[in-house]
């Protein structure tokens, strides 16, 4: 059900020969990220055109993945393509929307009544349009990705950031926005800055309280929170093989945490376990028939510095555990020093609450060492001394777990079980405590620990340790223990010791579930409908936007001239607006409002030259649309920098701003704002940004020869009768011409589709 054996036997076939070639060409040994980039290339390019860090490069994954939050959109633009199918196997995952509040059960019910119409349009797009769908409670994206459909030497795309946890079994995963999902799904290459490569040799061997979290833990402090960016972290060495391959996605999951592109692990024994325990043994065998290509070149492990821009070596057999925090995943301690430092910084001491679980800890290996660790309380009388909570990261985890006996040490040791969901990880927590405001902690086996991220609480402070710590720390109850030297004091009035935790890699008896969750396509997708009711105020179906009118276009209205900084937080902010991600009317009701005026240092505030009145910026896009007058948006340096959010490009166009004018862009959202038929220019003199006043009117010539490589005219017509003429630049390429003409990159696609059906 769950795998596509034949698309990975084809991409096992090409591999070798894709290889091959690539290593020919470069005259040199290649690293195993090199060689899976090679063989997905969306077109032949000489090499020359792959120097790190600065060219970008056409990819064709082989898989995308979508959780819930982020596939309403992402669906909704992919059905603007008119396609009849997806163009590759692409699943969604019910995981963010579920609240944790009393348990697996109730919350799964109230999760089902709150988000019903989402989870139904969901399920009837994948059943229509060919996609998988796993429903609520089957479990966290990225475990039930890695259980199923994660394979060696692969490609994957995955609108999560954490979508770089198959990098476990050999993949290269990355998280993207959900226009690039829409994209490869429709059919479309998909653009990555050819990354920069960092390699971490593991020498020497875990053991006793170490964990494979710790190993991400150090790197996170010897790499900070910025350390990765545009690299891929490639692990090797002996001390890497000996890692089970959750272990090993546990690592990559975490280089989110330094802003890695993605992580990933060579093929090896562990791996093929993996993946004859979940039912995989024909891909085993497969990819155990091409393994020198599933690793990198030997020649790259003898001698790393010369391959990689940047070399790590870490000693598992010296690596103490890590408690990481607060507030930053990169503030790394080795439990040796945590109690120092949770004292002299004045953390609070006492722990609240203890959580593990996610995506990034939920394995059976991690159960298991955690539950040894659990069931010393029953054996030397201890108590949990905090609230302590478990989410597993999907329906086989915890069916296994149950069946196998594990879960019932949580229940004695007095832990709740919540729903296979995300929960407290992405502050979908109903959480229990007196007053919000005050100083807290708490600790998780989660990966991040920004401010409020779980429970909202700006004075929570949270730490991040691997599940067995965390165990040990609902133990203890409170932040100065350290397990390997400290006693607790039992219900007898002992002083007892911790044992190290044990645990199982793979489950003993294999794995085993009554129902997994999913869902198949439909076979026969012409009766589905998808289900969206037009008085949904959480989803609406899109409408194509309107082709170039085919003239210069004239009499914009400013609508804001933004100063400093706009990030796509600042054009489309997060929080409470996140409900609305799917219904793009009502979300393009916080377009901008985060953005500073330029004429009166507010935000929200702009005037409508129309009435002159000042009114937030949403409103008055919507009094110019109605009058069927376009605007246009003028922004300072690096414009439309953050998250790849596509609708922050979405509600501009939507609301009718014909162009964004500024002094430079953020790649990602120059490239977004272009798909969505925008014009994005940026200034050829950075001074003319001074020449805008908050009444002109103003016109964008020369769009009769748009060009690659050409400029065009802004003229500016100032309330004195003055008028002004700036040459503004672009970086439109042919095809990118073609979709502003055409409206939308998916207009295009779309024109094509039913050119096909008609032929
Ligand atoms: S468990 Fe946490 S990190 Fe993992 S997908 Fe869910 S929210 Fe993201």
């Known amino acids: 059900?769950?795998?596509?054996?034949?698309?990975?036997?084809?991409?096992?076939?090409?591999?070798?020969?894709?290889?091959?070639?690539?290593?020919?060409?470069?005259?040199?040994?290649?690293?195993?990220?090199?060689?899976?980039?090679?063989?997905?290339l969306h077109t032949d390019m000489p090499l020359k055109n792959f120097e790190r860090g600065t060219h970008y490069v056409?990819?064709?994954?082989?898989?995308?993945?979508?959780?819930?939050?982020?596939?309403?959109?992402?669906?909704?633009?992919?059905?603007?393509?008119?396609?009849?199918?997806?163009?590759?196997?692409?699943?969604?995952?019910?995981?963010?929307?579920?609240?944790?509040k009393t348990g697996a059960a109730e919350d799964l019910v109230a999760a089902m009544n709150t988000n019903k119409e989402v989870y139904d349009f969901l399920a009837s797009v994948c059943n229509k349009y060919g996609l998988g769908f796993w429903k609520p409670g089957a479990g966290i994206i990225h475990q039930v990705v890695l259980e199923n459909y994660a394979f060696p030497g692969g490609m994957m795309i995955g609108t999560d950031s954490h979508t770089p946890n198959a990098g476990g079994l050999g993949m290269i995963a990355i998280g993207v926005g959900g226009a690039d999902a829409s994209d490869v799904m429709a059919g479309l290459a998909w653009e990555l800055k050819w990354p920069k490569l960092i390699g971490i040799k593991l020498t020497g061997k875990l053991s006793g309280w170490t964990a494979p979290k710790d190993i991400i833990l150090k790197v996170a402090g010897i790499l900070t929170v910025k350390g990765g960016t545009g690299a891929i972290v490639e692990y090797f060495g002996e001390g890497a093989d000996a890692i089970s391959a959750t272990g090993k996605?546990?690592?990559?999951?975490?280089?989110?945490?330094?802003?890695?592109?993605?992580?990933?692990?060579?093929?090896?024994?562990?791996?093929?376990?993996?993946?004859?325990v979940t039912d995989r043994a024909d891909i085993a065998d497969l990819a155990n028939g091409i393994i020198e290509h599933l690793r990198p070149d030997p020649e790259v492990a003898a001698a790393p510095e010369k391959y990689y821009n940047e070399v790590i070596e870490i000693n598992l057999s010296e690596l103490e555990p890590h408690i990481n925090g607060p507030y930053t995943p990169d503030l790394a301690w080795p439990i040796s020093r945590f109690a120092e430092a949770v004292r002299s910084n004045n953390w609070p001491e006492k722990l609240e609450v203890?959580?593990?679980?996610?995506?990034?800890?939920?394995?059976?290996?991690?159960?298991?060492?955690?539950?040894?660790?659990?069931?010393?309380?029953?054996?030397?009388h201890l108590k949990v001394q905090s609230e302590f909570t478990i989410s597993p990261g999907s329906e086989l985890v915890r069916y296994t777990v149950e069946k196998d006996g594990l879960l019932q040490a949580y229940?004695?040791?007095?832990?709740?079980?919540?729903?296979?969901?995300?929960?407290?990880?992405?502050?979908?927590?109903?959480?229990?405590?007196?007053?919000?405001?005050?100083?807290?902690?708490?600790?998780?086996?989660?990966?991040?620990?920004?401010?409020?991220?779980?429970d909202s609480f700006p004075g929570t402070h949270a730490f991040v340790a691997s599940p067995e710590i965390v165990t040990a720390f609902a133990l203890a109850g409170d932040l100065t223990f350290n397990p390997l030297k400290d006693t607790l004091l039992n219900e007898d009035g002992e002083?007892?010791?911790?044992?190290?935790?044990?645990?199982?890699?793979?489950?003993?008896?294999?794995?085993?579930?009554?129902?997994?969750?999913?869902?198949?396509?439909?076979?026969?997708?012409?009766?589905?409908?998808?289900?969206?009711?037009?008085?949904?105020?959480?989803?609406?179906?899109?409408?194509?936007?309107?082709?170039?009118?085919?003239?210069?276009i004239k009499g914009l209205r400013l609508l804001i001239k933004v100063r400093g900084k706009c990030t796509t937080d600042h054009i489309s902010m997060a929080g409470p607006w996140l409900k609305f991600r799917g219904h793009l009317?009502?979300?393009?009701?916080?377009?901008?409002?985060?953005?500073?005026?330029?004429?009166?240092?507010?935000?929200?505030?702009?005037?409508?030259?129309?009435?002159?009145?000042?009114?937030?910026?949403?409103?008055?896009?919507?009094?110019?649309?109605?009058?069927?007058?376009?605007?246009?948006?003028?922004?300072?340096?690096?414009?439309?920098?953050?998250?790849?959010?596509?609708?922050?490009?979405?509600?501009?166009?939507?609301?009718?701003?014909?162009?964004?004018?500024?002094?430079?862009?953020?790649?990602?959202?120059?490239?977004?704002?272009?798909?969505?038929?925008?014009?994005?220019?940026?200034?050829?003199?950075?001074?003319?940004?001074?020449?805008?006043?908050?009444?002109?009117?103003?016109?964008?010539?020369?769009?009769?020869h748009f060009e690659p490589g050409t400029s065009l005219t802004v003229v500016l017509h100032h309330t004195d009768g003055t008028s002004e003429s700036i040459s503004v630049n672009h970086t439109y390429n042919d095809q990118q011409i073609k979709w502003f003409k055409a409206g939308a990159a998916l207009n295009i696609i779309r024109q094509n589709a039913l050119a096909k059906q008609q032929q």
């Not at 979508?66 to 603007?80: E, H, K, N, R």
């Not at 159960?367 to 309380?377: D, G, L």
């Not at 995300?422 to 005050?438: E, N, V």
């Open 58 to 100: 056409d990819f064709a994954p082989d898989r995308v993945a979508m959780q819930d939050a982020t596939a309403q959109m992402a669906l909704l633009q992919f059905m603007q393509a008119g396609r009849p199918q997806v163009a590759v196997p692409s699943t969604v995952h019910c995981d963010h929307l579920i609240q944790a």
């Open 411 to 454: 229940d004695t040791m007095g832990g709740i079980v919540m729903a296979n969901a995300c929960g407290p990880c992405i502050g979908q927590w109903a959480r229990h405590i007196d007053d919000p405001t005050r100083k807290n902690s708490i600790i998780t086996s989660f990966n991040r620990n920004f401010a409020k991220r779980n």
């Open 495 to 552: 002083q007892v010791m911790l044992d190290e935790p044990t645990g199982f890699e793979l489950p003993p008896q294999g794995f085993s579930v009554e129902d997994a969750g999913y869902q198949a396509p439909a076979e026969d997708p012409s009766s589905v409908e998808v289900l969206v009711s037009p008085e949904s105020q959480r989803l609406q179906l899109l409408a194509p936007f309107a082709p170039w009118e085919g003239t210069d």
């Open 585 to 704: 009317d009502n979300i393009s009701n916080n377009m901008l409002i985060g953005a500073l005026n330029f004429f009166n240092d507010s935000t929200d505030k702009v005037k409508n030259q129309l009435t002159g009145e000042y009114g937030p910026v949403p409103a008055t896009a919507r009094a110019y649309k109605a009058a069927g007058i376009g605007s246009i948006v003028v922004g300072d340096e690096n414009y439309g920098e953050g998250s790849s959010r596509e609708h922050a490009a979405m509600e501009p166009r939507y609301l009718g701003v014909r162009a964004i004018l500024v002094k430079s862009f953020a790649r990602i959202h120059e490239t977004n704002l272009k798909k969505q038929g925008m014009l994005a220019l940026t200034f050829a003199n950075k001074e003319d940004y001074d020449k805008f006043l908050e009444d002109d009117v103003i016109d964008i010539e020369g769009l009769n």
């Open 249 to 276: 996605a546990t690592i990559c999951n975490m280089g989110a945490e330094i802003g890695a592109t993605c992580s990933i692990f060579a093929y090896d024994e562990k791996m093929s376990n993996y993946l004859k």
């Open 1 to 40: 059900m769950a795998f596509d054996i034949e698309m990975i036997r084809k991409v096992y076939e090409e591999l070798p020969g894709k290889i091959e070639a690539a290593r020919k060409e470069a005259g040199r040994p290649l690293t195993l990220a090199e060689k899976i980039l090679f063989a997905h």
């Open 354 to 380: 203890a959580l593990i679980g996610s995506c990034t800890n939920s394995s059976y290996e991690d159960i298991s060492r955690s539950v040894s660790v659990a069931r010393q309380a029953v054996d030397k």
